[in-house]
């Protein structure tokens, strides 16, 4: 079981960390609803497996934490959450479009209860996303905080998932063969280098 990180797995996790930056800072400067800060975390769980699939938004979290969005650094666990999933899934998303609806449901998830426990309890359902506004209106309903936040986010993350794992979707769909299935060519370069 144990082998190295191939220089493709390597390229394809800087890759996502880079995706995740630009869909991230796009979503910021658009004041979108949604995040885009997903796109290449999905892209490495759903071709490099569950666990490389935490990776890329672990470090991206970081960079734009530390640079551009205090925020990323403290939701970047709800990413670790989202890639595994993709990962889980990916057998799912790979083998039809139209099965992308449903493999969004699992996908968002558990990361959405995890993003609204931390929306909530740490900043009070204020964040840099444009969908802080909509979390401040319902807040002041029956509802409250935690509710609201739960409510806006498994929309907006529903949302966002959705269009994320499209794009990955596509992607996959036009990537060459050898860059499709780099998590099964590590694992047979591995057991040939055993024999």
Not at 41 to 48: D, E, P, R
Not at 131 to 138: D, F, N, P, T
Request: hydrophobic share 50%; charged share 10%; net charge positive.
């Amino acid at each position: 079981m144990n082998r190295k990180i191939t220089g493709k797995e390597i390229c394809l996790v800087a890759l996502a960390v880079c995706i995740n930056i630009a869909g991230g800072q796009a979503a910021l400067f658009l004041r979108l609803p949604i995040y885009l800060d997903s796109i290449g975390t999905i892209m490495t769980g759903v071709l490099l497996g569950p666990f490389y699939g935490m990776i890329p938004n672990l470090l991206s979290g970081m960079v734009m934490g530390m640079t551009t969005d205090i925020y990323s650094l403290y939701f970047a666990p709800v990413g670790m959450v989202t890639g595994f999933m993709a990962g889980m899934v990916s057998g799912i998303i790979r083998s039809r479009m139209a099965h992308v609806w449903p493999a969004a449901v699992a996908v968002t998830l558990p990361g959405t209860m995890l993003s609204a426990w931390i929306c909530a309890q740490l900043f009070g359902g204020i964040t840099s996303s444009g969908s802080s506004i909509l979390v401040q209106l319902l807040s002041h309903t029956s509802l409250g905080m935690t509710a609201s936040v739960f409510l806006v986010q498994i929309v907006t993350d529903y949302l966002d998932r959705v269009i994320s794992l499209y794009l990955v979707a596509m992607a996959v769909r036009v990537l060459p063969a050898d860059l499709k299935y780099v998590r099964r060519q590590g694992r047979s370069e591995s057991e040939h280098n055993k024999r």
